[in-house]
């Protein structure tokens, strides 16, 4: 039992710390949108909070700890507040940024894996739901920003290292170690991310091919003589 608790204790102030990282996230590129401070309190706060009120609304394990536990929107609000109030350069914002984003991916994934397995599921939503904690509050942010969410490609490896952390922390509590999966999921998400930002690894884009058969060659011809234009791309 005591063990227990001091998974759940651990798990609590990685779930803040992932709050006030994305907070800050959140505040920088509020910044970049220029927008005043009520902005920057109201995308750091989705930013932060959206990622956990998602998972635990889909866990249906009683009311998102953010709406219960009065530690979570004060945290996420001075996340915000420190992204608006200090500015630093922007090669140096590039690299905190980095750090930053693989610390919200290790942090959430983890958390995210670890509460799934606590309310009795299985691994594989655990690993979806570490997944989900991890990417969708920046995803949330995203969408009210209207821009595309990260996690949908055009930056490095982004839920890749979410699900690998997750996977890894399912895999460690199977084996009888959640310890350990806390510690190489988050050392494995700062190395992962930072190594995919650094040497640009991404997932492939959708596959340039088209189908062979007769009707799929009869079709392009005729929209060749309705458009020629076609034909030159």
């Not at 299985?122 to 904690?133: F, R």
């Not at 890894?168 to 992962?192: D, H, N, Q, R």
Request: aromatic share 10%; proline share 4%.
């Amino acid at each position: 039992m005591a063990a227990v608790e001091a998974i759940n204790q651990v798990t609590r102030y990685l779930d803040l710390a992932g709050v006030f990282a994305c907070a800050i996230l959140g505040g920088a590129i509020a910044r970049t949108e220029r927008l005043d401070l009520f902005g920057f309190l109201v995308v750091g706060s989705v930013s932060g909070l959206g990622g956990g009120v998602i998972r635990d609304t889909l866990l249906q394990h009683g009311t998102p700890v953010a709406l219960t536990d009065y530690a979570y929107l004060p945290t996420a609000l001075a996340g915000a507040l420190l992204a608006f109030f200090i500015s630093i350069s922007e090669s140096a914002w590039d690299k905190l940024f980095t750090a930053l984003d693989a610390a919200v991916i290790g942090f959430w994934a983890v958390t995210g894996a670890q509460k799934t397995l606590a309310t009795g599921l299985g691994w594989l939503p655990a690993i979806l739901l570490g997944t989900t904690t991890a990417v969708g509050g920046g995803a949330l942010r995203d969408i009210m920003l209207r821009r595309v969410p990260a996690v949908f490609g055009g930056t490095p490896l982004y839920g890749t290292v979410a699900a690998a952390v997750a996977s890894t922390m399912v895999i460690c509590t199977y084996l009888g170690s959640p310890i350990t999966g806390i510690v190489a999921g988050i050392v494995g998400a700062l190395l992962f991310r930072v190594a995919a930002v650094r040497f640009g690894w991404n997932l492939p884009n959708g596959l340039e091919w088209q189908p062979h058969s007769r009707l799929a060659a009869a079709w392009r011809r005729r929209r060749f003589r309705r458009n020629p234009r076609e034909g030159n791309r």
